[in-house]
């Protein structure tokens, strides 16, 4: 039986969890959850918010499936999620938008994948106060030559082995000539390697701009930490929201899934949060498993459900009363 630690995460975490932790099991696929703690939720029980259980249980399973951790800004301990992608070297996140016939969104027709290099870029972790009155702070942005190989290499790796035709680098080395610049170099010289499919550059400003002016000149989109974390919240917007959008965060022998957003304090405990993006990064990550008959299955049934717009939460449908645990039991229903 696969084994797979389980981390339900703050705020709206566990009730998105348990919604698609429920229609995983109803999918027949035999997964035996260890649940473990990270974030608030643990450190309100073990004074510590990665505590050694958590990172004991990922070392044995090698598989994470991870609701959203909340991480308070410019105070207290640092971003778990940031955390567990460098302990776990997980280099690749894999963020995919594509758009549903029942979401109200901009565009009707948005398939884009962005990957996100994930342990570099300026959250590296490098930044401190200049100076006793900690009137100046500094933050560096570190870009390496094998981290940028590594995840140009993945993008067209993943574009060969998805049938995707086309990747644009997203960058800003007209400002951050070294960082930047060498992220540009080493892409470039990748790209050669792929001749099959076409690359092009584009400066990161530029890129939002004709991302929302006109997405369907993209395919797929490489690019640094910091502005894979934007782009991958823009891309959902053009989609229909945050609740739609999953992430897969890939290493060479771990892997964790999860949504894009974040604990979302502002709904939790009201029984609305959309847990459709946790239950796609769970469809990624029974792909990643080998269980791609279980994945159509469930993905089928999601988008029977949201194109149809009755049982959907109502960041999806405004007039609906469906929360969260009834959204999941429509799912569920629909794959029968
Ligand atoms: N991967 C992660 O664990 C992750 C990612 C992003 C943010 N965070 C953390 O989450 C906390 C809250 O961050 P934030 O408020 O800036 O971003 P957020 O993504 O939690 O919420 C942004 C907006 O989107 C809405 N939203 C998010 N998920 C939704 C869902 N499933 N259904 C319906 N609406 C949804 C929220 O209600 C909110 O209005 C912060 O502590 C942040 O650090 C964690």
Known sequence: MQKVTLIKGDGIGPSIMDAATKIIEASGVPIEWEERYAGVSAFDRFQSPLPDETLESIKRTRV????PLTTQLGKGFRSINVALRQEFDLYANVRPAKSWKGAHSRYDNIDLVVIRENTEGLYAGLEHYIGPKKNTAESIAVITREGTERIIKFAFEYARQNRRKKITV????????YSQ???LDVAQEVAKLYPEIECDERIIDATCM?????PNQFDMIVTTNMFG?????????????LGLAPGANIGYDTALFEAVH??????AGKNIANPTALILGGIMMLRYLGETLAADRINRAVEVII????????????DSRTGTAEMAEAIIGAMS
């Open 262 to 267: 974040g604990s979302a304090p502002d709904i």
């Open 229 to 241: 974390d934007i782009l991958s919240d823009l891309i959902a917007g053009l989609v229909g929201g």
């Open 307 to 318: 194109n149809e717009g009755r049982y959907v939460t109502p960041d999806l449908n405004p």
């Open 170 to 177: 997203a960058h800003k080395a007209n400002i951050l000539k």
């Open 210 to 214: 004709h991302l929302v002016m006109d």
């Open 64 to 67: 994470v499936f991870k609701g």
């Open 181 to 183: 610049g060498l992220f």
